[in-house]
């Protein structure tokens, strides 16, 4: 079976400070993504990471790919209170369409 | 265009009635899931449907759970005998399956909160 270990579980820092979330799997996955989901509302992809090694930038949100496809970080710089919601990160295992799901990181920034 | 609705948006039901909560997917998208999460959790697979192929039913909770998914658009989940810890919301996403290939991104829908007195 299939498991996508995320770190931390939860993560509560102030306006401007900088964090780093992980997902980490023995496993290889042909793509990984990310969601951001708000309160009341159901995930939204932030970015789909495919090649070893890749980075990928959106704004101040910078996602990697590990080299062996087995792990991703997220790291989010001078975070900002619209940042808060909860993260989840998601690994499509090689030609299957469902995706192994991270159980989520809820982050809280303080203005 | 339209994206993946869910309805209801909120379900309160006492122990032992059954529920229906329906989705209904983006036009054109073959693939179709249900996910339970608990406040705050991550997502907990329930049951996908690929086109016309058997579904995946390896996370349904109990046999108190089924899906269908009619003419491979809308699907209707039903939980019998609703018990206290089916509490939840139900996450419906659809994506375009075999046609996506790596990047197989879902969708969301809003989900149904249900509350089991």
């Known amino acids: 079976t299939q498991l996508l270990e995320q770190s931390p579980q939860f993560l509560s820092i102030q306006e401007g400070e900088n964090l780093t979330v992980y997902c980490n799997s023995s496993s290889v996955f042909s793509s990984l993504q990310w969601y951001r989901q708000e309160p009341g509302e159901g995930p939204v992809l932030l970015v789909t990471?495919?090649?070893g090694g890749e980075v990928k930038k959106l704004k101040r949100l910078t996602f990697q790919f590990g080299d062996a496809r087995k792990d991703s970080s997220l790291h989010i710089t001078a975070a900002q209170p619209g940042d808060t919601g909860l993260y989840l990160c998601a690994g499509a295992p090689d030609s299957n369409y469902q995706l192994i799901w991270g159980a989520g990181t809820k982050l809280i920034i303080k203005p | 265009g339209a994206g993946v609705s869910q309805s209801p948006s909120n379900k309160v039901t006492e122990k032992g009635k059954d529920v229906e909560l329906r989705c209904d997917p983006i036009s054109g998208h073959t693939a179709l899931y249900w996910y339970r999460q608990s406040l705050g959790q991550g997502l907990e697979f329930l049951i996908y449907f690929q086109g016309n192929s058997a579904p995946d039913k390896s996370g349904l909770p109990s046999d108190r759970f089924s899906a269908e998914r009619t003419g491979g658009s809308v699907s209707t989940l039903t939980i019998q005998r609703t018990q206290q810890e089916d509490s939840a919301v139900y996450l419906c996403?659809?994506?375009?399956?075999?046609?996506?290939?790596?990047?197989?991104?879902?969708?969301f829908g809003p989900g149904t909160r249900l509350t089991v007195l």
């Open positions: 990471v495919v090649t």
């Open positions: 996403a659809s994506s375009l399956g075999d046609l996506a290939g790596a990047y197989n991104e879902q969708f």
